[in-house]
Each structure stands twice: as structure tokens, then as C-alpha cells.
């Protein structure tokens, strides 16, 4: 009994300490989740499908900016001020489009001919696993199965300090980048007539037909629109995690997870599924030996599932945001 | 403007036909890295190839030359596609049903039996030899259990591994090659091992089922595929109770004793080969008989249609269970075997990818055929087993991997119901496409 007092209470003495820290990392890695989620999310709102390729799409935007830096990326010293900012900006447009253009054609491949022929779902689970598997093991041939570093094209260092916790260039460039880009996600689908589409056709796709809402163009739209997200996602994980062609696998798990527990279908559900995520794996680090921080994020998904398949903010498919 | 379109259509068709064919061309070409990352997509088209040694070239004529041919083939197929497919099926209509009468299908199976039994005696290879049990006879035991559960009740494990895994360190268990003490401190024989492995899974099967069955399809997907994880996570950490990532490698060879009859497998591929081909047609023969008992159409309703299902007094839950657990049964004893015959276990077998290596084994054969899981996953297997024995230039083993994932799409996109076809799921799919039926609809939760 002592022992296991004697556990919780170093335990909660690392927590107290790490407390700060573990917030702020909890919080860059959600952001990341929340991006990849998005994909899993908007792509389920219109096909009901869970896209078993987005995982590659993501490692394919990490390697597009990886061979982009490691062009622009001087060897001998590293950028520094404005030059890592257009760095960063192009790693991010980069990995985006490349994640937009990987989603299309995983889109064309492997999706339309099914949905041509009206096929059974699960045949376009099976069909997006195959792709999922073409894909990464094609990185790993063509580019090497391991994991290389991304060249920094920025100065990692702590810029400020939160209750004693120093935050680190690289979280501040994924708030930055994360906020930006699913801010303007959301006011594109809230807002605009392309959102407008993706919504209709979310909520009801043959009625969205008949008003004139081009589903095969949505479909694609919805399929870019969360490559451009998984894309540039890729690259802010490559920064600090390197490329590798299994990359995807373990944190697009997680996104999906994110998606879940936000509730899929959901915008808003998947950004604050995808922090509550990173947060909660984030904290399981105080408790758990680091081996089993994959295991919580599974855990996770199947106590969701059980309990609240909805998730957190419920399935609000079609509904603005 | 018809001509117009035909063209347009005629281009689009060369432009696929290319980008297919490219493909194809990097697939088979060599292999490149992140230092050199163009080298082996240039080296695809590059490297130097001849035809039979009719002429010598680079790689990109030969594939040019296939594009243009496939070119042609799809060009014929829409124009004469109907016509072939009428005669194909006209001209086989009399063997076809000359091969349904029962005599003759059991005269089929004689002589595959017979061509099995003589088999390990042709074939001497050593590779070969062990290629046989390891990798053939163990994947077909693997996919009859997984094609319980996608073919017969329709629900999609992507953990299978997982059930292989329990089987396998289950035998190390009982017969003390763990650093887990056997149950109760007895160290059983290790042919006694078999039925401890067979009903570990099944209970496994049971436990990981009961609360994830509830959910739908397609997250029952995920939640395997984290499962298989969790399970390779545990095998790898837990050092103290299996061995860790190094695993265990003093599990021994089937063989038991009764009186002064001395039985051991050790001795070499062979007996192994004839035991698991035993315990191919015991699982072979049970499935079957399932498949056609009062469970299997219940498997059938469930997977047609939950609701219409459930309303006439079908459990769900209960039958999806039991196929979970009868797949198990199948997958643990394959575990068993393997561990007994390569005597060690590590984690690193255990992968999500050697899940998706048994779904594309029944996908491939045919979801729900029991004849085309067998066949499928007989071919699939010699054919990886010859590109790993004779690589040609140029091949990894993971390259595998590459094809593999082609090839569920192409199945998918193509014959959706397998090489041989599974009569209650051929009609399912048909039904389906024409909007009729909720086939899979367990799968999303989509009735409408």
C-alpha cells in the first residue's frame, strides 16, 4: 500500500513540477492532431468514410518540404530572423499543396471509381487501406526506410517563459501556424459558397444535387482542403520529428482519435478534440513510463467510443462550423 | 461533337494508360533514399533492360511498349467487352456446371489433397520446404480464421495479428519459455500447448469483442488496428513477462510420449508440413460446415441487413463475438505453430502490416469463399516466396508491401468480389450497386 501511495505521490510531485512544460508541449502537439483531424473530419462529412489514406497524405506534405529545405537550407549556418520566416512560410505552403495534390489523386484512385459504381463501404475502407499501404511503402522504397532530420531552418531556443516553463520557437511557430490556418479553414466553410457546398452535401447530398451543388466538385474540394491542412501538418511535425515513410501512421491514429473525441463530422469538435488530446498524452507522460504514451491515445478512442460516440461536441454534420 | 467526346475519352484513356504504366515502371524499378531521392525514379526509366535479349535498351521502351498494349487491350475491352465476357461465360457454363455436381467437386479435392500429400516429397528445396509450413499452409490457416470474420459476419479487423501473437506467446507460456512462469508452475507438453493456445485466442477473442462489436464497422476498424499496436507495444515493453523486444527462444518442438511411442517435429519441415495440413482441413471442413449451419446465415443476415436482422431475433452482438472468437481459434493455433516450429518469439512478427498481409490473402481469394480464401492465399504466398527466393534486380523484400497495396485497390476497383467469388456475397454486392439492400451498412451506421 505504501508503494503504491509512494507512486502517486512522486508521480504528482513530477506533475507539479513538469506542470508548465507538459501544458505547453500538450498544447503544440494538439494543434498538430487538430490539423490532421480536420482532414479526417470534413471528409467524413461528406462521404462518411473514414479516410484511411489521410496518414500518407500527411507524410507525403512532411517530405515534400523536406526535400524543399534541404534545397533552400544552407548547410553551413542556420537562417535566422526573416529568412526562417519565409522558410517556414514556404515548408508550410510546400507541404500543403503537395498534401492537396496526394489527396486529389487518392481521391481519383481510389474513391470515384467506387463511388461510380455505388460499391458497398466496405469496399472503399479496403480500397483506402490499399492505398494507405502503396503509398508509404512507395516512400520507403524511393526515398529509404528510416527516418532522416529535417534541416532546421530556424533557430530552435526558449522565447519567453510561462511560470518558470520555457516556450520554445518551435511551439510559438506551430500556434502561429496552426491558428492561422484553421481559423481561415473555418470562416471558408462558415462563410463562403465553397463552404457553403461542403455543408450541403455533408448534410444531405442528394437533396444538395438537385439544388445544383456539383458533388463531385465538392468531394474534391473537401478531399483538397483537408490535404492542404494534413500536408502542412506534416512538415510542422517534420521539423521536429524528421520524415520518415511510417511517419504518418502513429500521429494520423492519434488525429483520428482527436476527430472522435471532438465529435466527427464536427470543425470545432476536431481542433478542441486534437488539444485535448495532446494534452491528456502530454499529462499520461507524468504517470506513464514514455513506451506506453501511445497506448493512452488508443485508450482514449475506445473509452470515447464506448461511452460517448458522438464525442465531445456531438456529430454536427452539415451544420455551419 | 461525338467525335469530339470519343477523342477526348480516347486521350484521357492513353493519358491512363500511361500514368499506369509509370507507375508500374517505379514499382519494379531500383531503389533510391533521401540522399539521392530522383535516383530511383530516374534509375526506373534509365536502367538498362532487354527484351528476352531480342534487343538491348533502357527500361522506358519496354514499358512503352506495355503502355501501348494495355492501351490497345482497354480500347478492345470497351468496344468488344460485353461480347467476350457473353462467350467467356458461355463457353464455361458447361464446365462450370459440370464442376458444381458433388461427385466431381469431390474428385476436385482428392486430387488437391493427393497433389498436398505428395507435395513436401516433389519439392525437396529446402527453401521450399520450409516456405511450405512458414509461409503458405500458416497464412492459409490465418485467413480461413480472418475470412470468419470479414467474409462470413462482415467486420473488419485490421488486429488479426494480434490472436497470432496471444497463440505464439501462449506456447512459449505453458511450456516455460518465458520468463512468465507457466500457469501453475507446470511445464506442459508442447503438443498439449495447441488446444492452451487455441482457447487463449478464442477467449481473447471474446474479450476484445464484447465491447468493441457494439461499435460500428468502420470504427471497429481503428480500434483493431490500435489493438494489434497495443498488443506489439505490450510484447515489446513488458520484458519481465515476455521477454521484451529480444523475445523468447527456448520454446521446443511439438512432440509427446505415450508409452513407448515417441513422437517429436523437430527433425525438419516435413512434419510439420503434414501436422499443419491436418489442422488446414480440420479448420477447413469446420468453417464450411459453420458457414452453412443456422450461425453462418445468421452471419449472412447480420452482414445483409442489422436491423431486418435483429428483428427476427438475431443477437448481433452474440454472432459477430462468436465470429470473432471461431476466427481467433484458427489464428491461435497458426501462432503456436509457428512459435513450436521456429521455437522463438519476438514482437518484431507481430506488425500491423502482417494484418493487412492476411486481408489481402481473403480479399484477393474472395470474402466469404472459403475455396477462394485456400486458393488465394496459396497463390499470393508462392508468388511472394518466389520474388523473396529469386529477387530480380533491383527487389527489396518490403517492395512486397508495394504490390500488396496495389492490389487491394485494383480488386477493389475491379472484382470487388475476389479471384473465386463467394456465391451469397457476389449477389450482395450486385444487389448493392444496384441500390438495393443494405450490404455493409453495419459498416457506418448509414440506414437510411
Given at each position: 500500500m505504501s508503494g503504491f501511495l509512494h507512486y502517486f505521490t512522486s508521480h504528482f510531485s513530477t506533475l507539479r513540477l513538469e506542470f508548465w512544460n507538459l501544458l505547453v508541449g500538450g498544447f503544440a502537439n494538439g494543434f498538430i492532431y487538430a490539423m490532421v483531424a480536420i482532414g479526417y473530419t470534413l471528409v467524413y462529412g461528406v462521404l462518411r468514410l473514414i479516410n484511411f489514406a489521410h496518414s500518407e497524405i500527411f507524410m507525403t506534405g512532411g517530405f515534400a518540404a523536406y526535400f524543399v529545405m534541404k534545397v533552400f537550407v544552407p548547410t553551413t549556418s542556420t537562417p535566422s530572423g526573416m529568412n526562417s520566416v519565409l522558410l517556414i512560410a514556404l515548408g508550410v505552403v510546400v507541404g500543403g499543396v503537395v498534401g492537396a495534390v496526394m489527396a486529389t489523386v487518392v481521391e481519383r484512385v481510389a474513391y470515384r471509381p467506387l463511388r461510380r459504381r455505388n460499391a458497398p463501404k466496405l469496399a472503399y475502407l479496403i480500397s483506402a487501406i490499399g492505398a494507405s499501404y502503396f503509398i508509404y511503402n512507395m516512400a520507403g522504397k524511393e526515398f529509404g526506410r528510416y527516418n532522416t532530420a529535417m534541416p532546421q531552418p530556424y533557430i530552435n531556443h526558449p522565447v519567453f517563459t510561462i511560470f518558470g516553463a520555457p516556450v520554445e520557437m518551435y511551439y510559438i511557430i506551430i500556434f502561429v501556424v496552426g491558428v492561422l490556418m484553421l481559423v481561415i479553414l473555418d470562416r471558408l466553410v462558415a462563410t463562403t459558397k465553397l463552404g457553403r457546398s461542403i455543408r450541403a452535401v455533408a448534410q444531405d447530398a442528394e437533396t444538395a444535387s438537385l439544388m445544383g451543388v456539383n458533388i463531385d466538385r465538392t468531394i474534391a474540394v473537401t478531399f483538397i482542403l483537408g490535404g492542404i491542412m494534413g500536408g502542412a501538418a506534416g512538415f510542422l511535425f517534420a521539423l521536429n520529428f524528421g520524415v520518415a515513410n511510417t511517419m504518418g501512421f502513429t500521429p494520423a491514429l492519434k488525429a483520428f482519435t482527436a476527430a472522435v473525441l471532438g465529435g466527427i463530422g464536427n470543425l470545432r469538435g476536431a481542433v478542441l478534440g486534437g488539444i485535448l488530446l495532446g494534452l491528456v498524452e502530454s499529462f499520461s507522460v507524468a504517470f506513464l513510463p514514455g513506451e506506453y504514451v501511445d497506448v493512452t491515445a488508443f485508450a482514449v478512442l475506445v473509452l470515447v467510443l464506448l461511452i460517448r460516440p458522438t464525442g465531445i461536441l456531438g456529430e454536427r454534420l452539415g451544420r455551419s462550423a | 461533337m461525338m467525335e469530339k467526346l470519343r477523342s477526348s475519352a480516347m486521350v484521357k484513356r492513353l493519358f491512363s494508360s500511361f500514368a499506369v504504366v509509370a507507375v508500374l515502371c517505379v514499382m519494379t524499378g531500383p531503389p533510391g533514399s533521401t540522399?539521392?531521392?530522383m535516383a530511383g525514379i530516374t534509375g526506373s526509366f534509365t536502367a538498362p533492360a532487354s527484351f528476352f535479349g531480342l534487343f538491348r535498351g533502357q527500361r522506358w521502351m519496354v514499358f512503352f511498349v506495355i503502355a501501348l498494349v494495355f492501351f490497345g487491350v482497354w480500347t478492345l475491352w470497351l468496344k468488344r467487352g460485353t461480347q467476350i465476357k457473353g462467350a467467356v461465360s458461355k463457353t464455361m457454363a458447361q464446365p462450370k456446371e459440370v464442376l458444381e455436381r458433388r461427385p466431381v467437386r469431390i474428385g476436385v479435392y482428392a486430387v488437391f489433397l493427393l497433389i498436398a500429400l505428395v507435395l513436401p516429397h516433389v519439392v525437396t528445396d529446402p527453401f521450399w520446404q520450409d516456405a511450405m509450413v512458414e509461409q503458405i499452409l500458416v497464412f492459409v490457416l490465418l485467413a480461413l480464421g480472418l475470412n470468419v470474420v470479414v467474409g462470413f459476419a462482415g467486420l473488419l479487423d485490421l488486429g488479426f495479428v494480434a490472436f497470432y501473437a496471444i497463440g505464439a506467446y501462449a506456447t512459449a507460456w505453458v511450456t516455460g519459455a518465458l520468463p512468465l512462469p507457466p500457469p501453475f508452475g507446470i511445464h506442459l507438453d508442447s503438443f498439449a500447448a495447441i488446444p492452451v493456445a487455441i482457447i487463449l485466442a478464442m477467449v481473447s477473442g471474446v474479450i476484445l469483442g464484447t465491447p468493441t462489436l457494439r461499435l460500428r464497422g468502420d470504427y471497429l476498424a481503428i480500434v483493431t488496428l490500435g489493438f494489434g499496436e497495443i498488443i506489439f507495444i505490450f510484447a515489446n515493453n513488458l520484458t519481465g513477462i515476455t521477454g521484451g523486444a529480444a523475445g523468447t527462444n527456448a520454446i521446443p518442438h511439438y512432440h509427446f510420449h505415450i508409452s513407448s511411442l515417441n513422437v517429436i517435429w523437430?527433425?525438419?519441415p516435413v512434419p510439420y508440413y503434414y501436422l499443419t495440413l491436418a489442422f488446414v482441413i480440420v479448420f477447413l471442413i469446420i468453417f464450411s460446415l459453420l458457414n452453412h449451419s443456422r450461425i453462418g446465415r445468421s452471419w449472412t443476415a447480420i452482414r445483409e441487413d442489422e436491423v431486418a436482422a435483429e428483428s427476427v431475433g438475431i443477437n448481433p452482438l452474440k454472432y459477430k463475438v462468436m465470429a470473432f472468437a471461431i476466427g481467433a481459434a484458427s489464428a491461435g493455433f497458426a501462432g503456436s505453430l509457428t512459435a513450436s516450429q521456429i521455437t522463438y518469439v519476438s514482437?518484431?512478427?507481430?506488425?500491423?502490416q502482417f494484418s493487412i498481409n492476411i486481408l489481402v490473402l481473403v480479399i484477393f481469394g474472395g470474402m466469404g469463399s472459403i475455396t477462394g480464401v485456400v486458393v488465394g492465399a496459396i497463390i499470393i504466398q508462392t508468388i511472394s516466396m518466389f520474388l523473396i527466393h529469386t529477387p530480380p534486380a533491383g527487389f527489396q523484400t518490403q517492395d512486397l508491401y508495394i504490390y500488396i497495396g496495389a492490389l487491394l485497390m485494383v480488386m477493389m476497383i475491379f472484382?470487388?468480389?475476389?479471384?473465386?467469388?463467394s456465391k451469397r456475397r457476389k449477389r450482395e454486392i450486385r444487389l448493392s450497386e444496384a441500390g438495393e439492400g443494405h450490404m455493409d451498412e453495419v459498416l457506418t451506421g448509414d440506414t437510411p
Amino acid at each position: 500500500m505504501s508503494g503504491f501511495l509512494h507512486y502517486f505521490t512522486s508521480h504528482f510531485s513530477t506533475l507539479r513540477l513538469e506542470f508548465w512544460n507538459l501544458l505547453v508541449g500538450g498544447f503544440a502537439n494538439g494543434f498538430i492532431y487538430a490539423m490532421v483531424a480536420i482532414g479526417y473530419t470534413l471528409v467524413y462529412g461528406v462521404l462518411r468514410l473514414i479516410n484511411f489514406a489521410h496518414s500518407e497524405i500527411f507524410m507525403t506534405g512532411g517530405f515534400a518540404a523536406y526535400f524543399v529545405m534541404k534545397v533552400f537550407v544552407p548547410t553551413t549556418s542556420t537562417p535566422s530572423g526573416m529568412n526562417s520566416v519565409l522558410l517556414i512560410a514556404l515548408g508550410v505552403v510546400v507541404g500543403g499543396v503537395v498534401g492537396a495534390v496526394m489527396a486529389t489523386v487518392v481521391e481519383r484512385v481510389a474513391y470515384r471509381p467506387l463511388r461510380r459504381r455505388n460499391a458497398p463501404k466496405l469496399a472503399y475502407l479496403i480500397s483506402a487501406i490499399g492505398a494507405s499501404y502503396f503509398i508509404y511503402n512507395m516512400a520507403g522504397k524511393e526515398f529509404g526506410r528510416y527516418n532522416t532530420a529535417m534541416p532546421q531552418p530556424y533557430i530552435n531556443h526558449p522565447v519567453f517563459t510561462i511560470f518558470g516553463a520555457p516556450v520554445e520557437m518551435y511551439y510559438i511557430i506551430i500556434f502561429v501556424v496552426g491558428v492561422l490556418m484553421l481559423v481561415i479553414l473555418d470562416r471558408l466553410v462558415a462563410t463562403t459558397k465553397l463552404g457553403r457546398s461542403i455543408r450541403a452535401v455533408a448534410q444531405d447530398a442528394e437533396t444538395a444535387s438537385l439544388m445544383g451543388v456539383n458533388i463531385d466538385r465538392t468531394i474534391a474540394v473537401t478531399f483538397i482542403l483537408g490535404g492542404i491542412m494534413g500536408g502542412a501538418a506534416g512538415f510542422l511535425f517534420a521539423l521536429n520529428f524528421g520524415v520518415a515513410n511510417t511517419m504518418g501512421f502513429t500521429p494520423a491514429l492519434k488525429a483520428f482519435t482527436a476527430a472522435v473525441l471532438g465529435g466527427i463530422g464536427n470543425l470545432r469538435g476536431a481542433v478542441l478534440g486534437g488539444i485535448l488530446l495532446g494534452l491528456v498524452e502530454s499529462f499520461s507522460v507524468a504517470f506513464l513510463p514514455g513506451e506506453y504514451v501511445d497506448v493512452t491515445a488508443f485508450a482514449v478512442l475506445v473509452l470515447v467510443l464506448l461511452i460517448r460516440p458522438t464525442g465531445i461536441l456531438g456529430e454536427r454534420l452539415g451544420r455551419s462550423a | 461533337m461525338m467525335e469530339k467526346l470519343r477523342s477526348s475519352a480516347m486521350v484521357k484513356r492513353l493519358f491512363s494508360s500511361f500514368a499506369v504504366v509509370a507507375v508500374l515502371c517505379v514499382m519494379t524499378g531500383p531503389p533510391g533514399s533521401t540522399a539521392t531521392p530522383m535516383a530511383g525514379i530516374t534509375g526506373s526509366f534509365t536502367a538498362p533492360a532487354s527484351f528476352f535479349g531480342l534487343f538491348r535498351g533502357q527500361r522506358w521502351m519496354v514499358f512503352f511498349v506495355i503502355a501501348l498494349v494495355f492501351f490497345g487491350v482497354w480500347t478492345l475491352w470497351l468496344k468488344r467487352g460485353t461480347q467476350i465476357k457473353g462467350a467467356v461465360s458461355k463457353t464455361m457454363a458447361q464446365p462450370k456446371e459440370v464442376l458444381e455436381r458433388r461427385p466431381v467437386r469431390i474428385g476436385v479435392y482428392a486430387v488437391f489433397l493427393l497433389i498436398a500429400l505428395v507435395l513436401p516429397h516433389v519439392v525437396t528445396d529446402p527453401f521450399w520446404q520450409d516456405a511450405m509450413v512458414e509461409q503458405i499452409l500458416v497464412f492459409v490457416l490465418l485467413a480461413l480464421g480472418l475470412n470468419v470474420v470479414v467474409g462470413f459476419a462482415g467486420l473488419l479487423d485490421l488486429g488479426f495479428v494480434a490472436f497470432y501473437a496471444i497463440g505464439a506467446y501462449a506456447t512459449a507460456w505453458v511450456t516455460g519459455a518465458l520468463p512468465l512462469p507457466p500457469p501453475f508452475g507446470i511445464h506442459l507438453d508442447s503438443f498439449a500447448a495447441i488446444p492452451v493456445a487455441i482457447i487463449l485466442a478464442m477467449v481473447s477473442g471474446v474479450i476484445l469483442g464484447t465491447p468493441t462489436l457494439r461499435l460500428r464497422g468502420d470504427y471497429l476498424a481503428i480500434v483493431t488496428l490500435g489493438f494489434g499496436e497495443i498488443i506489439f507495444i505490450f510484447a515489446n515493453n513488458l520484458t519481465g513477462i515476455t521477454g521484451g523486444a529480444a523475445g523468447t527462444n527456448a520454446i521446443p518442438h511439438y512432440h509427446f510420449h505415450i508409452s513407448s511411442l515417441n513422437v517429436i517435429w523437430g527433425l525438419g519441415p516435413v512434419p510439420y508440413y503434414y501436422l499443419t495440413l491436418a489442422f488446414v482441413i480440420v479448420f477447413l471442413i469446420i468453417f464450411s460446415l459453420l458457414n452453412h449451419s443456422r450461425i453462418g446465415r445468421s452471419w449472412t443476415a447480420i452482414r445483409e441487413d442489422e436491423v431486418a436482422a435483429e428483428s427476427v431475433g438475431i443477437n448481433p452482438l452474440k454472432y459477430k463475438v462468436m465470429a470473432f472468437a471461431i476466427g481467433a481459434a484458427s489464428a491461435g493455433f497458426a501462432g503456436s505453430l509457428t512459435a513450436s516450429q521456429i521455437t522463438y518469439v519476438s514482437p518484431s512478427i507481430f506488425t500491423v502490416q502482417f494484418s493487412i498481409n492476411i486481408l489481402v490473402l481473403v480479399i484477393f481469394g474472395g470474402m466469404g469463399s472459403i475455396t477462394g480464401v485456400v486458393v488465394g492465399a496459396i497463390i499470393i504466398q508462392t508468388i511472394s516466396m518466389f520474388l523473396i527466393h529469386t529477387p530480380p534486380a533491383g527487389f527489396q523484400t518490403q517492395d512486397l508491401y508495394i504490390y500488396i497495396g496495389a492490389l487491394l485497390m485494383v480488386m477493389m476497383i475491379f472484382r470487388p468480389s475476389g479471384l473465386i467469388p463467394s456465391k451469397r456475397r457476389k449477389r450482395e454486392i450486385r444487389l448493392s450497386e444496384a441500390g438495393e439492400g443494405h450490404m455493409d451498412e453495419v459498416l457506418t451506421g448509414d440506414t437510411p
